[in-house]
């Protein structure tokens, strides 16, 4: 072989390939070894796949399922089936209709008899579920309630009686769910939406709960943040991986310009044709980097702004910061129509779902990541009339600005943006605050390196049952020890 410097320093040299496969190995091997750690030896309910209550729920919409949606409940259900608690990982674009596959999978458990438990990341989104399940399931005769850190005691304690007694079939809320004090009678499933925002510690730590009765709930979890294969590949080997890899029928790709920030007039223009052809339209205010109550103050600026400039318009305005009733209160408002343009912080970053939105506007855009982009412009384009979002910004833009703004306006396709994201950021910063220090890599670049991570389930499946003994060894030259993955 050739030893000259230049050909050894090569990322393609034999020498360095193996290095690199060896620090994804480790990787790997760390990860999914907690994953045995926990689930070994545990058992979880087994779910047949019943089709009353599903087909009445199925017939009571009113849309068809998209191919990929059956595709992803038929892998739901079969995990559902075993004994073996499920832990898998549903992957779809903003939009793609997770909820309802989520909703069918809870439809199967409570008819069983047993409970489902949804998490969501903010009491907003806990809120709007909690919506739209009551809607879906409480004419098939489902019981629902919801769980929130702000609830009275009064009523908590009632909610809690009910958990406990099994009166209650489908529990919807924050972290609140898993408080020390909140029993379950038979909690079965547990669905955890957009999932980014919770760590590889927090999807395992379920365990607790599952051991009144010794068995470990089934769990589902949803990401509308797509990442991209390579990544999932290592940070995610834990969980088996479902995608939606399509959206219903009817969806247009949301028109994106990007603008500066010194044509307002502009914007302002286009918001009263749009209202005034009975559009909605999001404002969207971020502040990223600063704090929160500055983000708030800035929604609030420009919420008595855009009155004054648009007195013949109903604005409304929702922000982190507001009681968890006046929030509730303006989306509910916006939902029904009763509001033309709502003004917003970050809080309707995820999951906000409000079809007739169909212009949005975000401010300061070149201070955001792609995937907070790409999500926060998912809240328009949802329903069948064109949408469009207009990206505001303060020039100059640096270089990396400006191809974060150049991708969005090129495409509408969440796993692609995600590819570039990790480009340009790298993989700690593309799976979000929690995992960010576990995944940085010495050597090894997911982008570089594509190749050689498709061969790595297959060679850490044969150590591990040919070569066991060299796994702690490995796992420790590369990562200390592996408790860095579980309590990140
Ligand atoms: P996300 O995947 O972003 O969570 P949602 O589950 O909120 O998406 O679905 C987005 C919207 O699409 C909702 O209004 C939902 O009712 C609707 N929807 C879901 N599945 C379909 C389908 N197969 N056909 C038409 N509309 C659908
Ligand atoms: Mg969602």
């Not at 050909?7 to 496969?21: C, E, G, Q, T």
């Not at 994201?421 to 890599?441: K, N």
Request: with cysteine; glycine share 6%; proline share 4%.
């Amino acid at each position: 072989p050739d030893t000259s410097l230049p050909h050894m320093l090569d990322s393609n040299h034999p020498a360095n390939k193996r290095v690199v496969i060896e620090e994804l190995l480790a990787h790997h091997l760390a990860i999914t070894s907690l994953k045995e750690a926990v689930i070994s030896g545990e058992s979880s309910f087994t779910i047949a796949d019943n089709h009353n209550l599903h087909q009445k729920f199925l017939n009571s919409l009113h849309f068809d399922l998209t191919n990929a949606q059956k595709k992803v409940i038929a892998e739901i259900n079969h995990n559902l089936q075993s004994t073996t608690p499920m832990l898998r990982l549903v992957q779809g674009d903003v939009g793609s209709g997770k909820t309802v596959v989520a909703a069918i999978a809870a439809c199967n458990v409570v008819e069983q008899g047993l409970q489902v438990a949804i998490m969501a990341p903010t009491e907003l989104l806990a809120e709007q579920h909690y919506r739209n399940f009551r809607n879906w399931l409480e004419p098939l005769g489902i019981k629902l309630l919801s769980l929130t850190g702000k609830m009275k005691k009064s009523e908590r304690n009632q909610n809690l009686s009910d958990i406990y007694s099994g009166k209650c079939n489908i529990i919807i809320g924050t972290h609140a769910l898993f408080q020390d004090d909140v029993k379950y009678k038979n909690l079965a499933l547990v669905i955890v939406d957009e999932q980014h925002r919770f760590g590889v510690h927090q999807r395992l730590s379920l365990k607790k709960k599952g051991e009144d009765n010794g068995k470990l709930p089934h769990q589902l979890i949803m990401t509308a943040t797509p990442i991209p294969r390579t990544l999932s590949m290592i940070a995610y080997a834990d969980m088996d991986v479902s995608i939606i890899d399509e959206l219903p029928p009817g969806r247009t790709p949301v028109k994106t310009v990007a603008i500066p920030d010194s044509r307002r007039d502009e914007i302002i223009e286009r918001i009263k044709i749009a209202c005034s052809s009975g559009k909605q339209v999001y404002w969207v205010c971020t502040m990223i980097g600063e704090s929160e109550k500055i983000e708030c103050q800035a929604a609030e600026e420009t919420f008595t702004n855009l009155q004054q400039l648009m007195p013949d318009i109903s604005i409304d305005l929702v922000h982190g910061r507001m009681k968890a009733d006046e929030k509730e209160k303006a989306l509910s408002g916006f939902s029904k129509n009763k509001t033309q343009l709502l003004v917003a912080t970050t809080v309707i970053e995820v999951g906000v779902d409000v079809p007739n939105a169909s212009l949005m506007i975000i401010e300061n855009s070149e201070r955001l990541g792609l995937a907070q982009l790409h999500q926060l412009r998912g809240r328009v384009g949802r329903g069948a009339v064109e949408s469009s979002c207009a990206l505001l910004y303060k020039a100059p833009l640096t270089n990396v600005a400006r191809s974060r703004l150049g991708i969005m306006r090129e495409t509408n396709d969440g796993f692609k943006i995600a590819r570039k994201d990790l480009e340009l950021r790298g993989p700690g910063e593309v799976l979000g605050t929690r995992q960010a220090g576990a995944i940085d890599f010495h050597v090894a670049d997911l982008n570089r390196d594509k190749k050689l991570i498709e061969l790595i389930p297959a060679i850490s499946g044969q150590i591990k049952r040919q070569q066991p003994d060299i796994i702690p060894p490995l796992i420790n030259r590369w990562l200390g020890d592996t408790k860095k993955y579980g309590d990140v």
